[in-house]
């Protein structure tokens, strides 16, 4: 049972515009969600990360928004730089540390 | 302060072999996560290990199997490997202590596993 979705296997986007990764998710008890970005060969790195008390979180580029209502956050990379081309990770975590992810999406952001 | 490291980055078996993989987390980390990585199921948690114990634990069989030492380091272990177990490895550390809120997980760089 997958509690976690990005229905988006992959997006590509010009550079210096915006980028927006999807996540969908079932589990009503989720109260933490992180994004994370991971290039290959390398093991995912923290990206920014949103409590479930607030609806939008932003640090620099990267800007993440939460709709509970809806169970869907979403990733806003604004503007994109080919440097952000990786694939992104949306993870969902309860009970302090049962972290459950989705299956990714790889974002290409051509020059 | 160094990263999480894993060991070995690269595993080659064959079916029915058991593999064991070695995680050392980043220094001061108590809680080690295993996951598995494979195309199209993107990561799916294993298991978690606090101070030595497992505290959670994915849907995955009974083959899979983990343990945590003294020193925080931890291995998983594959018996009676199957072509499906083909995936990248990966372990994250978190200084989350007990009872604290949700932490954010720093990940090592994988071991790959390829079961021929």
């Known amino acids: 049972d997958q509690q976690v979705k990005q229905n988006s296997p992959s997006l590509s986007v010009q550079e210096g515009r915006i980028s927006i990764l999807n996540c969908d998710y079932t589990n009503s008890m989720f109260d933490y969600f992180l994004w994370y970005k991971k290039y290959p060969a390398e093991g995912p790195t923290f990206l920014i990360s949103i409590s479930s008390i607030k609806d939008k979180n932003e640090d620099g580029r990267f800007t993440v928004f939460l709709n509970k209502s809806a169970k869907h956050l979403s990733l806003h990379i604004v503007p994109s730089q080919p440097g952000d081309s990786a694939v992104y990770f949306c993870?969902?975590?309860?009970?302090?540390?049962?972290?459950?992810f989705g299956a990714g999406t790889r974002l290409t952001v051509k020059p | 302060k160094a990263g999480v490291t894993q060991t070995p980055r690269y595993l080659i078996k064959t079916r029915g072999q058991q593999v064991t993989l070695s995680c050392s987390p980043i220094?001061?980390?108590?809680?080690v996560s295993w996951y598995q990585q494979t195309p199209g199921q993107g990561l799916q948690f294993l298991f978690e290990y606090f101070s030595e114990t497992q505290r959670n634990k994915g849907n995955f069989p009974g083959r899979f199997s983990g343990r945590q030492f003294s020193n925080s380091r931890s291995e998983m272990n594959v018996s009676t490997l199957e072509l499906g177990d083909s995936a990248l490895y990966l372990c994250?550390?978190?200084?989350?202590?007990?009872?604290?809120?949700?932490?954010?997980?720093?990940f090592g760089p994988g071991t790959r596993l390829t079961v021929l």
């Open positions: 220094s001061g980390h108590r809680s």
């Open positions: 993870a969902a975590v309860y009970n302090n540390n049962d972290m459950r």
């Open positions: 994250a550390s978190s200084s989350l202590t007990s009872g604290g809120g949700a932490d954010t997980q720093y």
